[in-house]
Nanobody, 131 residues
Framework: QVQLVESGGGSVQAGGSLRLSCSASGSTGGNYFGIGCMGWFRQTPGKEREAVAAIYNSGDFGFYADSVKGRFTISRDNAMKTSLLQMNSLKPEDAGIYYC????????????????????WGQGTQVTVSS
């Protein structure tokens, strides 16, 4: 099993930056310390949870939603079992609860934006962006 804890959320004015962190504990075996594809999702009231970004097991390639391309950067440190989401030039529409999600060790980022492809989820961290 894997447990995920997000941190780094908070309140910021439009145009500001935040860096979210996801720390994983436990393992499901396989390479990269037993953690597969790592992703970030967000949810705002009245809307479905949407994919924001994901990163390959190796950490050498990331995927992004069109709405955040060029502003957000995802990274991971496999030895630390941590994923970071650097969010720059934040907009009010970026506000919401951000969730970290991971797949079992060995699972790649195929269909990276599909929630059902992720095996473990964090509790979420709140991001507020004021205009």
């Amino acid at each position: 099993q894997v447990q995920l804890v997000e941190s780094g959320g908070g309140s910021v004015q439009a145009g500001g930056s935040l860096r979210l962190s996801c720390s994983a504990s436990g393992s499901t075996g396989g390479n990269y310390f037993g953690i597969g594809c790592m992703g970030w999702f967000r949810q705002t009231p009245g809307k479905e949870r949407e994919a924001v970004a994901a990163i390959y097991n190796s950490g050498d390639f990331g995927f992004y939603a069109d709405s955040v391309k060029g502003r957000f950067t995802i990274s991971r440190d496999n030895a630390m079992k941590t994923s970071l989401l650097q969010m720059n030039s934040l907009k009010p529409e970026d506000a919401g609860i951000y969730y970290c999600a991971v797949r079992r060790g060995g699972r790649s980022c195929s269909k990276w934006d599909s929630q059902i492809q992720y095996d473990f989820w964090g509790q979420g961290t709140q991001v507020t962006v004021s205009s």
